[in-house]
Each structure stands twice: as C-alpha cells, then as structure tokens.
Antibody
Framework: QVRLVQSGAEVKKPGASVKVSCKAS????????IHWLRQAPGQGLEWMGW????????HFALNFQGRVTLTRDTSINTIYMEVSRLRSDDTAFYFC??????????????????WGQGTLVTVSS | DFQLTQSPSFLSASVGDRVTITCRAS??????LAWYQQKPGEAPKLLIY???TLQSGVPSRFSGSGSGTEFTLTIRSLQPEDSATYYC?????????FGGGTKVEIK
C-alpha cells in the first residue's frame, strides 16, 4: 500500500542542522509532489514547502526560505528535508505528506491523503 | 496570507450527538478546503477535500459543506473514536494555511 516512512527522532543544539528523510513506497515516486509540514508540541499545523520528486524543483513558505532545503534521491524513492541554523522554536514534529493527484493542488480535488508518521526534532542546548 | 478561523476551539458532546465545526476564511477560497482529524501522537488523517468530498474509507457520518469563505464539518452521530482535534486547511493559495483546530471531547 502507499506509505511514507520517516527517519527517527533527533536532538540538536541551537545553530546546528538536521536532516530528516521520508521514504515513499507503493506508488510511482516521481509522479506526486511531497509536502512538508511541522507542528510544535501542543500547537497547530504549519506548512513549510514542497518538492517535485521528478525535477527536484522546490517551493517554500516565506518563513522557511533560505533555511530549509528539500532534496530527493530517486534511486531509493526518498525525500530529504534539511533545516539549518536551528533555533529552539524549531522544536516540532515534522511531517511529509503526499498529494492525491499528480497536479499538485492545481484543482480543488486534491489534499494530503498520505502522511509520514512524523519525526520529532528537539533543539536544546 | 489566507487566514482560517475555526470555531469552536473546544467542544464536549455525547455519543450520538450531531456536531458541527465551522471554518471561516479571510478571503474567498472557492472550495479549496480540506478537513483533517488528528489524534494524540498520530499524523493528521484526511477526512474531506474539495469542501465536501469524503475521502475513501472515512465513515459516512462525516460530511463537509460550504464554499467561498464559510465552511462546515459535521459529524452526524458522534462516536467514541471521534475524540480528536479537527483542522481545516485552505489549498487555494500559497502559503497553505490551517485553522487553529477544534478539540472534540466525548462526554
């Protein structure tokens, strides 16, 4: 079945970087954009950006431009999200999510129907 | 950015009750709206997309309606397993944004 499996929890110091992976299975990897979101403990959801696994093109929310990088390895159907210059307010669960259609939200009949299990990133000195 | 305001932020209801959650958008988003359910320690689960389309596998007691700026999620007959936090999300414009969430408690 369609699955997204993320890497395990991380603990980092302020100023460091973290790289989280999201391995896809059960569908044609290059056909569906992957989005990343995060959720601080006890808080709401925040959208970060997306990557086109076919071309590697990315798009980010303004808050994350310049500090978040999305890459992919098509040989192992895996997306990577790296956050640099970590701050304590980056402590959150990070999720990858797959869109329903190949059109990446161009039309209303689309949303995030498959999610990774989440990766807790803790930033603490 | 498109702001989404959910209400109420918390509700307590009994098994079998009809429950309605409202999501208001700061600007018109046509029907580019989704609803998610999230239980503690889990990823969100898609319930409704395109404002009123039920995601495959989701019980039919869940329904969505609305267009433009006002949307509702209705649970027709609340069940114990519906205890969760519910979020609306607009997908009309970047950055994608979410409502603040509605925590549903079973009395």
């Amino acid at each position: 079945q369609v699955r997204l499996v993320q890497s395990g929890a991380e603990v980092k110091k302020p100023g460091a970087s973290v790289k989280v992976s999201c391995k896809a299975s059960g569908y044609t990897f290059s056909d569906y954009y992957i989005h990343w979101l995060r959720q601080a403990p006890g808080q709401g959801l925040e959208w970060m950006g997306w990557i086109n696994p076919n071309t590697g093109v990315t798009h980010f929310a303004l808050n994350f431009q310049g500090r978040v990088t999305l890459t992919r390895d098509t040989s192992i159907n895996t997306i990577y999200m790296e956050v640099s210059r970590l701050r304590s307010d980056d402590t959150a669960f990070y999720f990858c999510a797959k869109v329903i259609t190949t059109r990446n939200l161009a039309f209303a009949d689309d949303a995030f129907h498959i999610w990774g299990q989440g990766t807790l990133v803790t930033v603490s000195s | 950015d498109f702001q989404l305001t959910q209400s109420p932020s918390f509700l307590s209801a009994s098994v079998g009750d009809r429950v309605t959650i409202t999501c208001r958008a700061s600007q018109g988003i046509i029907n580019f709206l989704a609803w998610y359910q999230q239980k503690p320690g889990e990823a969100p689960k898609l319930l409704i997309y395109a404002a009123s389309t039920l995601q495959s596998g989701v019980p039919s007691r869940f329904s969505g309606s609305g267009s433009g700026t006002e949307f509702t999620l209705t649970i027709r007959s609340l069940q114990p397993e519906d205890s969760a936090t519910y979020y609306c999300q607009q997908l009309n414009s970047y950055p994608l944004t979410f409502g603040g969430g509605t925590k549903v408690e079973i009395k």
